[in-house]
């Protein structure tokens, strides 16, 4: 399948169509940003680790029956996926207390919940993707029930799936966010990506953090974070 035209270049990726219907092209970049683009840097290597702990990730969530959008890596930095209607929500699924929670609700980071909770976010960088509930998402037309229902289930199976899995690695899973389409027969599958960039990772021991807070804290120690959460995974994959 040949590279075509760019449709579209965000923070973290570019999306490229290919000479195939319902075919993309990903490209991972090492570009880095937070507080909705206030901040933004580079970490070197990024795009590889995240390319490829992405696609990992997808095709073991796909073997525990949820569908995703992963086809086939290409390179070190661009996957081919299925093209979908992105659903401009952020699903955000949470374990354990930490970030805009935490500041929130005066919960301090690192307290663990009763049970995982699942919150929305309008994915609109004019608006700063604000929080939003079902209802309203359902009102203004981001999603039907149908399709709410069916995130919310996939989300939760993607948490149980995920939080298994880091812990045969010696990583707490606290939280993450997760975005899903519509194919063309309008079936729902997860899409973007599932990486440090996207997920709270923490040593199950120490308690550090092996994700993109050390870059939103200026923590340091960015690079070798994000290479020893893959190392981690690739152990254990
Ligand atoms: P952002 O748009 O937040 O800056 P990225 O740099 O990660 O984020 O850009 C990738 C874009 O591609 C995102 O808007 C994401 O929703 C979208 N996307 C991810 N997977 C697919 C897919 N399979 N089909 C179409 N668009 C996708
Ligand atoms: N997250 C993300 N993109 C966003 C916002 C949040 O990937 O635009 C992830 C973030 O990495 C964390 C989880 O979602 O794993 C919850 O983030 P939170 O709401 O606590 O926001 P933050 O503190 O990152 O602003």
């Known amino acids: ?30 570009d880095a940003t937070a507080f909705n683009g206030l901040k933004k840097g580079t970490i070197v290597g990024k795009g590889v680790i ?5 696609n990992l990730l997808m095709q073991r969530l796909e073997k525990a029956g949820i569908p995703t959008h992963f086809i086939e ?43 995982p909770t699942i919150e929305f976010s309008y994915k609109n960088d004019e608006l700063g993707d604000p929080l939003i509930n079902s209802y309203h998402a359902i009102a203004i037309d ?22 298994a899995f880091w812990e045969s690695c010696g990583v707490t899973l606290v939280d993450f966010k997760i975005e899903f389409g519509r194919l063309s027969d309008g079936s729902i599958v997860l899409a973007d990506e599932i990486s440090p960039d996207t997920c709270r990772l923490w040593d199950s021991k120490t308690g550090e953090k092996l994700d993109k807070d050390r870059f939103r804290r ?12 893959m190392k981690r995974l690739e152990e254990h994959i």
């Open 1 to 30: 399948m040949k590279k075509m035209g760019q449709l579209y270049e965000g923070k973290a990726k570019k999306v490229f169509e290919t000479d195939t219907k319902d075919v993309l092209i990903v490209e991972y970049k090492d």
């Open 50 to 54: 995240n390319n490829r702990m992405s």
């Open 73 to 115: 890596e290409i390179n070190d930095r661009e996957t081919y996926v299925k093209k979908v209607s992105i659903v401009p929500l952020e699903v955000i699924i949470r374990n354990i207390a930490a970030g805009s929670f935490s500041k929130k609700y005066g919960v301090p980071e690192g307290t663990p919940f009763k049970a």
């Open 142 to 163: 981001l999603a039907t029930a149908e399709e709410i229902e069916t995130i919310k289930k996939y989300a939760f199976k993607v948490n149980e799936e995920l939080k």
């Open 218 to 229: 200026d923590l340091g120690g960015v690079e070798d974070a994000y290479a020893e959460v």
